[in-house]
């Protein structure tokens, strides 16, 4: 499964870049639990400097609060792992990068610890937001092993981007 993940992982970075030319969109991350994946992905592909600004690894609530202006308020009413925190995400990644016309933003639960009834392993939230428009989340569902939830994450990341760009 790992694999196939790295091949449509690979495919879909393609894929973004195919897109450039076309709609000129640069991007922008903002990752928790894919610790730079997503970043990593884009940047796989010779050309990237052209549609990608950069990326934000935020591991810790405190540099969500710090480098994104995730507010505290949100962090502890809601946890690191919820909409109104990647909303927020986004939103902070595209102050920072300003040249960013698109930004996604992950945060959940990999494993194999840290899950909760509410909030299971396997529990992702991401947003994208397009720059002056709202942001949009989506609760993803994953199954499997540490790796293959933060790989299937990023897989969902780069098609959220892809999305976006075309719509």
């Known amino acids: 499964m790992i694999k196939n993940l790295?091949?449509?992982?690979?495919?879909?970075?393609?894929d973004l870049k195919e897109l450039f030319p076309k709609y000129h969109q640069i991007y922008v991350t903002a990752e928790s639990l894919t610790a730079g994946e997503i970043a990593s992905s884009i940047v796989k592909i010779p050309?990237?400097?052209?549609?990608f600004e950069g990326g934000f690894v935020t591991y810790s609530n405190e540099l969500k609060?710090?480098?994104?202006g995730v507010k505290n308020e949100t962090l502890n009413e809601?946890?690191?792992?919820?909409?109104?925190?990647?909303?927020?995400?986004?939103?902070g990644?595209?102050?920072k990068a300003t040249k960013a016309t698109i930004a996604v933003a992950v945060s959940?639960?990999?494993?194999?610890?840290?899950?909760?009834?509410?909030?299971?392993?396997?529990t992702v939230w991401m947003a994208v937001q397009r720059r002056g428009g709202e942001s949009r989340a989506t609760l993803l569902q994953l199954?499997?092993?540490?790796?293959?939830?933060?790989?299937?994450?990023?897989?969902h990341a780069l098609k959220a981007l892809i999305e976006t760009t075309v719509a």
């Not at 050309?47 to 549609?51: E, L, Q």
């Not at 809601?78 to 939103?91: L, R």
């Open 47 to 51: 050309g990237s400097s052209s549609y």
């Open 108 to 122: 959940g639960i990999a494993g194999p610890d840290g899950g909760t009834p509410t909030k299971p392993v396997g």
């Open 6 to 14: 790295q091949d449509e992982i690979m495919q879909a970075a393609l």
């Open 78 to 91: 809601f946890g690191a792992v919820s909409e109104a925190v990647v909303k927020q995400m986004t939103n």
């Open 65 to 68: 609060h710090d480098i994104l």
């Open 93 to 95: 990644a595209l102050n």
């Open 143 to 155: 199954h499997g092993s540490r790796d293959e939830i933060r790989l299937q994450t990023t897989l």
